[in-house]
T-cell receptor, first 110, second 110 residues
Framework: KNEVEQSPQNLTAQEGEFITINCSYSVGISALHWLQQHPGGGIVSLFMLSSGKKKHGRLIATINIQEKHSSLHITASHPRDSAVYIC????????????FGKGTKLSVIP | DAGITQSPRHKVTETGTPVTLRCHQTENHRYMYWYRQDPGHGLRLIHYSYGVKDTDKGEVSDGYSVSRSKTEDFLLTLESATSSQTSVYFCAILDRYEQYFGPGTRLTVT
């Protein structure tokens, strides 16, 4: 089973700050997922990436397959970015089941 | 929008009663999943389905059963609810290697 660890568990930032959330996993995989969950809300898929970097607006996700590590960056953070960010990895090569990290709770203060 | 709905959205039930949660999708996706989400834990897989009448256990399947008699519906049943099954339940579908989640069902067992 893939073990997925996220850090930090909680993060408070001032509006406008650059934010980094880290994710490491134990088993080599083909792709890693980043998800977002707003308070009391549903879960939304942000990125699926297998190499390099992906960007969507102010969100950037990077992955280093060799080091089994991924980061999610938020540039020019805004209070509406306040949410729980979750990374997830397949249980193993070729698996359609995901193992999820416990999430990083981000609070952006105006 | 992957067209996923869950019903009911909220339910309070008593210990020992049976409970069935429904996940409905409109786009004929083959894979469907049931998760539970609890404080201090990541999303944990209860059961999943890879086709009509094809299901398998996840990591926390004890006390739960599932059925999938048609592509669009995936039912999760708690045969005799216990307080430890108080949780938020999410279903998800797999579409082109990404999972998309329903809005969740908050279940309270008293």
């Amino acid at each position: 089973k893939n073990e997925v660890e996220q850090s930090p568990q909680n993060l408070t930032a001032q509006e406008g700050e650059f934010i980094t959330i880290n994710c490491s996993y134990s088993v080599g995989i083909s792709a890693l997922h980043w998800l977002q969950q707003h308070p009391g809300g549903g879960i939304v898929s942000l990125f699926m990436l297998s190499s390099g970097k992906k960007k969507h607006g102010r969100l950037i996700a990077t992955i280093n397959i060799q080091e089994k590590h991924s980061s999610l960056h938020i540039t020019a953070s805004h209070p509406r970015d306040s949410a729980v960010y979750i990374c997830a990895a397949p249980r193993g090569a070729g698996s359609y089941q995901l193992t999820f990290g416990k999430g990083t709770k981000l609070s952006v203060i105006p | 929008d992957a067209g996923i709905t869950q019903s009911p959205r909220h339910k309070v039930t008593e210990t020992g009663t049976p409970v069935t949660l429904r996940c409905h999708q409109t786009e004929n996706h083959r894979y469907m999943y049931w998760y539970r989400q609890d404080p201090g834990h990541g999303l944990r897989l209860i059961h999943y389905s890879y086709g009509v009448k094809d299901t398998d256990k996840g990591e926390v399947s004890d006390g739960y059963s599932v059925s999938r008699s048609k592509t669009e519906d995936f039912l999760l049943t708690l045969e005799s609810a216990t307080s430890s099954q108080t949780s938020v339940y999410f279903c998800a579908i797999l579409d082109r290697y990404e999972q998309y989640f329903g809005p969740g069902t908050r279940l309270t067992v008293t």
